[in-house]
């Protein structure tokens, strides 16, 4: 995947004497989720890097002919995301239809209480879990029954959370 | 594709193991081998390798396969490989066995039978590995049973090239006087990385996901289980260390004797990582398997406390053994056949009821085990190892023949055990399949690719 960046170039409002920081958040706070930073600026902006680390992005410093810098801030990946290879366009699904917390349940039970719910649904509807655990068994089963899914874990991964679409229901070997 | 799917040959991988696992008691309660003989007799080797490659190996090896696409949450790398790295393992292991027997005096000696049997052990290791590491490697960010679990590829490939070396010295194809040098001392080094280096830190990498998981602990990486990581990098460079010296012609026990007490102070942290999950878990009953494990984690760090009270004392050279038999039946196999009675259980269940989950009324889990039976066998199988090695200690040779033979009974029930697991006898009758299907899928996967 390619990098997207939004150029910023500072060198103008630092030869007019002017402050920079304000016109590089407002910059950040403006870009698309997954798009990076790319500043120009006559010195390296070594206390921006902290800034923007702690906002969850890398640098990358190149030196410009004529002795500016060319800074590219990349957002780190967020949580990553995990889809079934038959998922398709998880934004446009409807509504979670059922809510199913299973945080407190032993293994294999979220799998069969998650397989149960399906089988109550009709094509199209959703299911929105939360479990303690990645399902790891529960993906396949999906699948195979012919259910789309996405999910991830939250921030700190104490949780893992799963959207389920229910399929037209495939025949079984 | 994200998730796992059940590993179709680990239970084929299990069952050779346990066959292997009561072959070596056998042999033991009948005065062959160690403690009759000299542990480096080939009458005892033949035992040793039995269980270390053919049990703890196998059954090492049959878990990684179904439990690294756990891990890595995808599924196995080149797994057409599982069925050839079985076989692999029980020829060369037949062929290692007749080398020793053939050494022994046993039966004829065929020269190129060692040789072969490590060469086709180090083919099966390596192929083992190349699933392993390049399941683990491609699923980034990684976590810390993946590093722990790929850390302990590295001394498995060591043990097994120093096998090999071995093999080529004792069938007499080399008298290359440096690699005689490296073999009269290193044997404690190839079965320190084997049984520490491998197993061990497999185990413990494990451990960390499948305790959390049986527990519902959370499932973080502790200050502790970083310094256990690093600890035993440096004990693996130590007794890497030890084999170049040895290599080099400077025979010196030292670098060993630093990776026994790296590798103990690890086992240390590892039981305080063990007492944190078990303290933080959200499940307040445990089951037997949990139990077995925590014994057989005693056990572990027991080892090395007879181990540094041996220095103390000075009884070293007396202690070696009891304390490598303590390691090997309390801690690798404890916590083996505790694992087991609960990935059996597991694996079935999802094998014959993963397909009609949520369509039909199914068991749980724990209803194809009698948990009540099964933990009275733990408690004969703990018992008879602690004083198995008590009588080791004692120089008590037929009492501990004795003990073997209460070790053997308890494997074999347990064996009963996961067979009764397996064919479903256990399942409420309302919930039961037709026991056919069960039986025909015994040990074998089944062949119509639903399990793949």
Redesign the interface.
């Known amino acids: 995947m390619t990098q997207e960046f939004k150029e910023l170039d500072v060198r103008p409002i630092l030869k007019n004497g002017g402050e920079p920081f304000e016109a590089i958040m407002t910059a950040v706070g403006t870009l698309q989720p997954g798009q990076g930073l790319r500043l120009l600026a006559p010195f390296k902006p070594q206390p921006l890097y902290r800034v923007m680390d702690a906002r969850g992005f890398d640098h990358a410093v190149f030196e410009l002919d004529g002795g500016d810098f060319e800074v590219r801030f990349t957002p780190r990946r967020q949580e990553a995301i ?4 038959n998922a398709v366009s998880p934004e446009l699904w409807a509504e979670p239809s059922v809510q199913l917390d299973l945080s ?1 349940l ?3 039970e979220p ?2 209480r ?6 109550a649904l009709d094509a199209g509807e959703v299911i929105f879990a939360v479990l ?10 999906l ?1 195979r029954r012919g259910h789309q899914w996405v999910g991830n874990f939250d921030r700190d ?2 949780a893992y959370r799963i959207m389920i679409r229910i399929g037209k229901g495939i025949a ?2 | ?5 059940l590993s179709p040959w680990t239970m084929s991988y299990f069952a050779t193991a346990l066959v292997c696992l009561v072959a070596g008691l056998a042999l033991t309660i009948s005065g062959f081998g160690y403690p009759s003989a000299p542990i480096d007799d080939p009458a005892s080797l033949v035992i040793v390798h039995l269980i270390a490659i053919g049990w703890l190996g196998l059954l090492f090896a049959g878990s990684l396969l179904q439990f690294v ?2 891990i890595a ?1 995808r599924q196995l790398q080149s797994p057409h490989l599982a069925l050839p790295a079985l076989l692999l393992t029980m020829i060369g292991l037949l062929l290692l066995l007749g080398g020793f027997l053939g050494l022994a005096d046993i039966v004829p000696l065929w020269t190129w039978a060692l040789p072969a049997g490590g060469l086709l052990l180090t083919a099966a290791f390596a192929s083992l590995c190349w699933m392993v590491a390049g399941t683990l490697a491609a699923a980034r960010p990684y976590s810390l049973p993946a590093k722990f679990v790929a850390l302990g590829c590295v001394p498995l490939i060591v043990t097994a090239l120093v096998g090999l070396l071995f093999a080529l010295f004792l069938s007499g194809l080399t008298d290359d006087p440096r690699l005689v040098g490296l073999l009269l001392s290193v044997g404690p080094a190839h079965a320190y990385l084997g049984l520490f280096g491998w197993m061990t830190i497999t185990a413990i990498g494990v451990s960390y996901r499948l305790l959390t ?2 527990l ?1 602990s ?3 990486t502790r200050g502790t289980s970083r310094a256990i990581g690093w600890l035993s990098a440096a004990a693996l460079v130590a007794a890497g260390c030890g084999i170049f010296s040895d290599g080099a012609g400077l025979p010196a026990d030292w670098p060993l004797h630093l990776a026994i007490a790296l590798s103990g102070l690890a086992a240390l942290f590892y039981a305080i990582d063990i007492h944190s999950i078990f303290r933080e878990r ?2 307040k009953s445990v089951e037997l398997n949990v139990v077995a494990s925590l014994v057989a984690i005693g056990m572990l760090v027991l080892c090395f406390v007879l181990f540094a009270a041996s220095i103390v004392i000075g009884n070293l050279p007396e202690m070696v053994m009891p304390v490598a038999y303590l390691f090997t039946f309390g801690w690798l196999t404890g916590l083996g056949l505790g694992q087991l009675y609960k990935i059996v259980a ?1 694996m079935t ?2 094998e014959f009821y ?2 009609v ?3 039909t009324a ?1 068991p749980r ?1 724990q209803d194809l085990v009698n948990e009540r039976r099964a933990s009275l066998w733990f408690g004969l199988y703990f018992t008879a190892t602690a004083t198995a090695t008590a009588l080791l200690i004692l120089d008590m040779p037929d009492m501990f023949r004795a003990a073997t033979f209460a070790q053997l009974t308890a494997v074999c029930a347990l064996a009963f055990e996961f067979i009764q697991a397996r064919r479903l006898v256990m399942v409420p009758a309302a919930t039961r399949l037709p026991s056919a299907v069960a039986a025909r899928r015994l040990i074998l996967p089944s062949f ?3 399990s793949r």
């Not at chain 1, 995990?82 to 290879?85: I, P």
């Not at chain 1, 303690?132 to 089963?141: G, I, K, N, S």
């Not at chain 2, 594709?1 to 799917?5: K, N, Q, R, V």
């Open positions: 995990a889809l079934s290879e407190d032993d293994p294999p799998m069969q998650i397989l149960g719910a399906a089988e303690a655990r990645e399902p790891v068994f529960l993906f396949p089963e699948t991964g104490s079984d070997a | 594709m994200p998730g796992a799917t696409p756990v949450s998981m049986f519902l959370p499932e973080r959200k499940r597991f269940w999802l993963g397909p989950l949520g369509r199914v889990v119509n690719g639903r």
